[in-house]
T-cell receptor, first 111, second 113 residues
Framework: DAGITQSPRYKITETGRQVTLMCHQTWSHSYMFWYRQDLGHGLRLIYYSAAADITDKGEVPDGYVVSRSKTENFPLTLESATRSQTSVYFCASSELWDTQYFGPGTRLTVL | GDSVTQMEGPVTLSEEAFLTINCTYT??????LFWYVQYPGEGLQLLLK?????DKGSNKGFEATYRKETTSFHLEKGSVQVSDSAVYFCALSLNSGNTPLVFGKGTRLSVIA
């Protein structure tokens, strides 16, 4: 299917475990983004990527790792999950610094 | 730095009421401006955008005009429906350099029948 997908849609994990959230887009967009959404904070940018093998930190990168070996994929890894990382995570892509297309989100709960 | 300020919600309206959600921005240069909408349980999707001063973006009965003199991009709809209940985000893009979209914190709209 064309578009941007995220997996899993829901994840429950425990403190200290490693978790990887997947993001895949079929448009061959150059730019990809990871956001977290929390009540009272709106959307906060975690990491973004302008092309394969190019990534940059956003507003709240601590505790997260990203990679982008292929244009279409942009996984986000929590190396040692903490309760404060309980959130809804959105991936997005765009061709320019312009309209972004968002995935459906992953709801992550860290116990 | 560059920023977007939206009116705080939640906003609760009756069906067929007039809607205004205020958005003002601070930016160096000449940004493009956007409104995104997030329906319950979904990701954000573009509602409308404007790329230069005095442009009007419109979609699904919603409108917003890019006002450079007041640095504003207020969202309006003449007659809201229950199906418009969602969270609305104002955002800006600087069109140059290496800066992603800057989002406001969002305004939750609830429309009651």
């Amino acid at each position: 299917d064309a578009g941007i997908t995220q997996s899993p849609r829901y994840k429950i994990t425990e403190t200290g475990r490693q978790v990887t959230l997947m993001c895949h887009q079929t448009w061959s967009h150059s730019y990809m983004f990871w956001y977290r959404q929390d009540l009272g904070h709106g959307l906060r940018l975690i990491y973004y990527s302008a092309a394969a093998d190019i990534t940059d930190k956003g507003e709240v990168p601590d505790g997260y790792v990203v990679s982008r070996s292929k244009t279409e994929n942009f996984p986000l890894t929590l190396e040692s999950a903490t309760r404060s990382q309980t959130s809804v995570y959105f991936c997005a892509s765009s061709e320019l610094w312009d309209t972004q297309y968002f995935g459906p989100g992953t709801r992550l709960t860290v116990l | 730095g560059d920023s977007v300020t939206q009116m705080e919600g939640p906003v609760t309206l009756s069906e067929e009421a007039f809607l205004t959600i205020n958005c003002t921005y601070t930016a160096t240069g000449y940004p493009s401006l956007f409104w995104y909408v997030q329906y319950p349980g979904e990701g954000l999707q573009l509602l409308l955008k404007a790329t230069k001063a005095d442009d009007k973006g419109s979609n699904k009965g919603f409108e917003a005009t890019y006002r450079k003199e007041t640095t504003s991009f207020h969202l309006e709809k003449g007659s809201v429906q229950v199906s418009d209940s969602a969270v609305y985000f104002c955002a800006l893009s600087l069109n140059s350099g290496n800066t992603p979209l800057v989002f406001g914190k969002g305004t939750r709209l609830s429309v009651i029948a």
